[in-house]
């Protein structure tokens, strides 16, 4: 078995639009929603995970000029284990995530460096 890191991403402007066109309540009917059909889907694939992972907050930039706030579309990040890079990525295909307008999910092999 191989263990891929899976990142969740959602781009800026679809949260900026879903925070700016959606009342509070049904921001907060649909977080629900999606964390409990996650849950299901995360119990259903629960073998799979190396790591179930955590929510990514907010960012800071780090380069040699310095330190800035900064925003990305990372949300979530997992570890799995599967036989192949095709058979993890399968995996994802039937996810709540992707019922997000313009999300993704990245799935990639983590190497065996030998170390």
Do not use: C
């Not at 996650?38 to 179930?52: A, G, N, P, R, T």
């Amino acid at each position: 078995m191989k263990n891929f890191f899976v990142m969740y991403r959602v781009p800026v402007a679809t949260m900026d639009e879903w925070a700016k066109n959606t009342p509070p309540e049904d921001m907060e009917a649909q977080g629900n929603k999606l964390g409990n059909d996650m849950m299901e889907w995360m119990k259903k694939h629960e073998s799979s995970f190396v790591e179930k992972g955590a929510p990514l907050g907010k960012t800071k930039s780090v380069t040699k000029e310095g330190i800035t706030d900064t925003r990305n579309d990372l949300n979530y990040y997992s570890i799995v284990q599967a036989e192949s890079h095709a058979a993890a990525a399968e995996l994802f295909a039937d996810n709540p995530h992707l019922e997000i307008p313009t999300s993704s999910i990245e799935v990639m092999e983590i190497p065996h460096m030998g170390m």
